[in-house]
């Protein structure tokens, strides 16, 4: 008998045998029943079942899902079109516990085409979904935090939205940023910011439900999206929530330090309704915060927007307007009360926008102190202004002292001296017509620094005044230390006299503390006969307000010169100065 064929079929199912019992995959063999007539030992392996427990049961790979005992009818659908199946199914071990698996099963038929049996290969992808996982939580996760990112926090948001919006219920967002962040960084280094960032997300999460999202967005900036909440005063209890667990110290380098947080609230339906927009007008609602003094929590308003869109459209249009030429200055007349005559100017810088007209420095210098525009502003007035002090002089108008505010960004020991010397050179001015004024903040802050640059512009035959004085918190006695010439009376003092006894009584103790000291005292914003008047009675020195002059642009300064007479004799000026002029100003 020639046995060739039976030879070479026995070495097949050797070989099939050898790659059932040494293959990775769980291999099982059902009936066309469904009821399992053999496994391999990968299947016992990953399933942890042994075979005669197996063998003769139906097998599960068919059921739809783990506890149901329902077929999985898309499956023999497609095993009885196509003979063949795959996917991915959750199966549980023997142990109890479920796994992953990836499961691709066979329908074997007869020469009839009847299905005699199926083979199911599987495989344990327990690994593959943990890496797939790992891959997608980093990309959606803070890997400091581990709290969710910006790209999660939008997907988490938009469906908030959708059940909000079929619930008809209200949703918020809460911008939380906290307030001195950069400080820690910057004077603990890295590590303890980071550190710090840890704390807080923690601390966040034990404000929140589970079922709220508490996501970073970068930098110090955090969001919480509330669900399902009976009312907003549910919203008002977690933000002031976070607010006081914030406030608790955090301790760093082993010793405590406190950090706050200003948040926005923004709400669905009302201020938006979608993610963008409740976004934005959460982080409206957070700036406001920060402008009423930080640590507290504002709600949205629209009048909130328009604010934020009028900052925002000042900000690029202010970066621009030095380069454009768009800044001009006013110089309001000082008026020296014994001798009735024009001592004085202060430069006042305004800018000519070209489509909302003048702006107020009021509304200008603010942004400019933030966005650090107001060092090369400041450098640009001073300059200018001594140079229009010169020409002046030049064109033969008795010299007169030339006034320029500082701000606290520019009272720098090198950078400050560098541009005072720079802008006397250029406009070759003598320094006695030169006078700073500061405030009383710029030198409280750091005392012995200001002392140096005060004793080093004093040196150069610079004058210097305060501004504003009586605002601020400093004290008179303090004043002492200081080498200063002049002290401007704060406007709001000037104001109710002289009927107001509080305005009369602090006015009347400035001017005389100020005498006993040394220093001459300006009166702002006087308005009126009754508050010269006063001023005069207590021997104040010099008047500043519109009851003489407002601030008027250069040209017309002149014109007030020469009506004045100034060119003949002395400065003498009749009080009230008076002024033909067709300038308003737009505040
Ligand atoms: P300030 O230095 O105290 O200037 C006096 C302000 O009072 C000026 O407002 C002036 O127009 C106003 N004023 C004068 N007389 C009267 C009056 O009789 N009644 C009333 N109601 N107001 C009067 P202005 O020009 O709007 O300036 C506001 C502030 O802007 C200044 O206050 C100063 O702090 C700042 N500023 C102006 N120019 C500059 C500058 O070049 N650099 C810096 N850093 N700040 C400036
Ligand atoms: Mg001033
Ligand atoms: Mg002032």
């Known amino acids: 008998m020639d046995v060739t064929e039976n030879l070479a079929r026995e070495r097949q199912l050797k070989l099939a045998a050898k790659v059932f019992d040494n293959a990775s995959e769980g291999i099982l063999i059902t009936d066309a029943d469904a009821q399992i007539i053999a496994v391999n030992p990968a299947f016992c392996k990953i399933t942890g079942v042994a075979p005669e427990s197996a063998l003769g049961r139906v097998s599960r790979m068919f059921k739809s899902s783990l506890d149901s005992n329902e077929f999985n009818r898309d499956m023999l659908m497609s095993l009885e079109v196509n003979g063949h199946w ?29 299905i005699s049996n199926y083979v199911g290969v599987f495989s344990d992808i327990t690994g593959r979904k943990e890496a797939e996982e790992r891959l997608y939580f980093l990309a959606n996760h803070d890997p400091l935090t581990r709290l969710p990112n910006r790209s999660l926090l939008h997907q988490n948001l938009s469906h908030a939205l959708a059940r909000a919006k079929l619930g008809a219920q209200q949703l918020a967002v809460l911008f939380i940023d906290l307030d001195r962040f950069k400080t820690i960084n910057d004077t603990l280094g890295h590590d303890a910011g980071d550190r710090l960032l840890q704390e807080v997300s923690a601390r966040l999460k034990c404000c929140a439900r589970s079922s709220d999202t508490i996501a970073r967005l970068g930098g110090d900036e955090f969001t919480v999206i509330m669900e399902a909440f009976p009312d907003s005063q549910t919203v008002v209890n977690v933000a002031e929530r976070i607010l006081a667990v914030l406030s608790q110290p955090v301790s760093l380098q082993m010793r405590d330090y406190y950090v706050t947080c200003s948040i926005g609230i923004a709400l669905y339906p009302n201020d938006g309704q979608d993610a963008q927009t409740l976004l934005k007008n959460a982080d409206v609602a957070m700036y406001r915060a920060k402008e009423l003094g930080k640590n507290n929590y504002q709600f949205f308003s629209k009048e909130m927007n328009a604010a934020a869109f009028e900052h925002l459209l000042m900000e690029n249009s202010l970066r621009q307007a030095l380069d454009k030429g768009e800044f001009e200055i006013h110089y309001q007349a000082q008026v020296e009360l014994q001798q009735n005559r024009i001592i004085g100017l202060e430069a006042l810088v305004r800018w000519r926008h070209p489509e909302h007209g003048l702006i107020s420095p009021t509304r200008f210098i603010p942004l400019a102190e933030e966005n650090g525009l107001i060092v090369p502003l400041g450098e640009w007035v001073l300059e200018q202004a001594c140079l229009q002090a010169r020409i002046w002089q030049n064109l033969g108008f008795p010299p007169i002292r030339m006034a320029v505010n500082l701000s606290p960004r520019q009272f720098q020991p090198h950078g400050l001296i560098k541009a005072v010397r720079r802008a006397l050179d250029r406009s070759d001015l003598d320094p006695q017509w030169l006078e700073l004024e500061i405030t009383e903040g710029m030198i409280m802050r750091n005392a012995e620094e200001a002392i140096q640059i005060m004793s080093e512009l004093k040196k150069m035959g610079v004058q210097l005044a305060i501004d504003d004085f009586g605002a601020g918190y400093s004290s008179l006695y303090n004043l002492k230390r200081f080498p200063i010439h002049n002290l401007k009376i704060d406007r ?21 503390m100020a005498k006993k000291l040394g220093l001459k005292v300006i009166a702002e914003g006087v308005e009126n006969n009754a508050q010269l008047a006063f001023l005069r009675e207590q021997g104040c020195d010099l008047v500043q307000g519109f009851m003489f002059s407002k601030p008027l642009p250069g040209d017309e300064v002149e014109q007030l010169f020469r009506n004045l007479g100034i060119y003949q004799d002395e400065y003498q000026a009749v009080l009230p100065l008076s002024v033909q002029t067709n300038y308003t100003e737009v505040v």
């Open 86 to 114: 795959q996917g991915e199914l959750t199966d549980r071990r023997a142990s109890g516990e479920h796994y992953p698996a990836w499961l691709s099963i066979s329908a074997v038929r007869e020469e009839c085409g009847a």
């Open 492 to 512: 709001t003092f000037i104001e109710g006299l002289p009927k107001d006894g509080d305005d009369a009584a602090i006015a009347e103790v400035i001017i005389a």
